[in-house]
């Protein structure tokens, strides 16, 4: 076959990806339309369209838990997720846990333990910390080391993310026990 033919084969089998695509996302009691490119994830939607920094940007891997959000109630890596799968579902930020002036217990409990060093984990753990507690799954201070492992502290503020949590979870029992 000549080179000729060779390319026109390739360009009649060559799909053509859209370049942006309007999506409409629900974030924090709000309904908001972009054009975003398929791809973007939900995270670079959040942050580089809708101005919403508080979720932050870590690994990009879905291995720190920096990203996290609430999605339908539910935690979720933001980073991982495409923004296109997300239509229709009520997504929650840090942003959105506060109501008006009145911080979200969990927030407040944050600040009152000073469960936070550099603060750049501490909306992906406080979003996670919601999650779990909707999850209902955390019954043991040796579950929510668990549950809350797949978000990281590298200043080592562990201790007082585990008071906070505490505060906020009182019905937590020592060790494996249920």
């Not at 990203?67 to 997720?81: H, P």
């Not at 997300?86 to 409990?109: F, M, N, S, W, Y």
């Amino acid at each position: 076959m000549s080179q000729k033919l060779e390319d026109e084969a390739v360009e009649h089998h060559h799909a053509s990806l859209p370049s942006t695509r309007t999506v409409t996302l629900r974030v924090n009691g709000t309904e908001k339309q972009l054009e975003l490119a398929p791809w973007a994830t939900l995270l670079d939607a959040l942050r580089e369209y809708l101005g919403l920094t508080g979720t932050k940007k870590g690994c990009d891997h879905g291995q720190c838990g920096a990203c996290t959000v609430l999605v339908d109630g539910k935690r979720i890596n933001s980073c991982l997720t495409l923004a296109v799968m997300r239509e229709g579902a009520e997504i929650t930020t840090i942003e959105g846990l506060a109501k008006g002036d009145a911080l979200h217990p969990v927030q407040q409990a944050f600040i009152e333990h000073d469960a936070f060093q550099c603060g750049y984990c501490t909306p992906g753990q406080i979003c996670s910390v919601v999650g779990m507690m909707n999850e209902g799954e955390a019954k043991t201070r040796d579950d929510v080391r668990d549950l809350m492992s797949g978000n990281l502290c590298r200043c080592g503020a562990y201790t007082n993310i585990l008071a906070a949590i505490e505060e906020v979870m009182p019905e937590l029992k020592e060790g494996g026990e249920a």
